[in-house]
């Protein structure tokens, strides 16, 4: 099988992001808040779509959520699968918790609210690519996932 020359990171949801990790230039490429509608996420996709491995997060609803705010992110989620499968681009699914298990980031606990949580991921995603200017709480997980499949394609 022939290696892949890109990786796509995405958290999915409408607070989510996209990373793109070239294997040639061994470095992020380009990091976006998740595209707010479904042409725009299926064009960003067409774009980076060649030669091509993506990392999907893999989340359901989360607790406290109310129905038409689940709906809509599964709606959301739906629409990733589709344009990966439409475009054929190899995907591979994954748990937060294998992400931030593997990345050695623990747990959130009960003592921490969810936004000291993802400052933490923030944090960690800043000194994971320092070259990157613009890391926003959007766009940290996606960098995390990045490096999660850069290390599971030993890149």
Known sequence: ???????IAIDPGENGGIAIYSTE?????????MPSTPQDVLLYLT?????????????GG???????AMFNFGKGYGHLEMAL???????VTITPQSWQKALQLGTRGKDMSKT???NKLKAKAQQLFPYIKKITLATSDALLICEYARIKEKL
């Open 1 to 7: 099988m022939e290696k892949k020359t890109k990786i």
């Open 116 to 118: 000291e949580w993802k």
């Open 25 to 33: 230039l061994s470095s992020v490429t380009d990091v976006i808040k």
């Open 62 to 68: 989360m607790p406290g959520q109310g129905g038409s």
């Open 47 to 59: 774009v980076n779509k060649e030669n091509t491995i993506c990392y999907l997060e893999k989340v």
């Open 85 to 91: 499968l439409a475009l054929q681009i190899p995907t």
